[in-house]
């Protein structure tokens, strides 16, 4: 329940909502730039995947255990919102801790996908902008935090 003064948003307020329209997201976005499919499209444009349409992913990621808390409150024997041990950190915090890496390394794999596909000259619009905005990013969640 909603406490006065305290602002929710759609995330906090609908998990389950917000969960189903990113994994949607994710599959608009690379679903419609592997179709229709091959395996040599899925090759030469899955640095893109790696780079931009992860993220929607990621967050369905991030958000997973809220969108589903019964499920893994029942799997841990605690809730999801928990101190653990002797940190003071709740388990939903470690949860996004392990999850953000993953999303970075995705970027790099991407951007060096695309780097690797742009000297064998494929699909160079998707390629190069897989490269930018992998770089990009992964610029950005190193040193600013994202």
Known sequence: MQQLGESMDFEHAHPLA???FSLL???V?????MRPFSW????????????VAIFPLGYAMMILPKAFRGLFES???HSIY????????Q???RWEMVIAPIIRWGLVLGAIGGM????RGRDRIINSLAVAVGLLLYYLATHVGL
């Open 75 to 77: 799997l841990l024997g």
């Open 18 to 20: 917000s969960f189903a």
């Open 29 to 33: 976005l690379s679903g419609s730039v």
């Open 116 to 119: 690797i596909n742009l000297v």
């Open 25 to 27: 997201a994710f599959l």
């Open 91 to 93: 388990w939903i915090n």
């Open 82 to 89: 928990a101190l653990r041990f002797e940190t003071d950190w």
């Open 40 to 51: 040599k499209r899925l090759g030469d444009r899955f640095p893109f995947v790696l780079t």
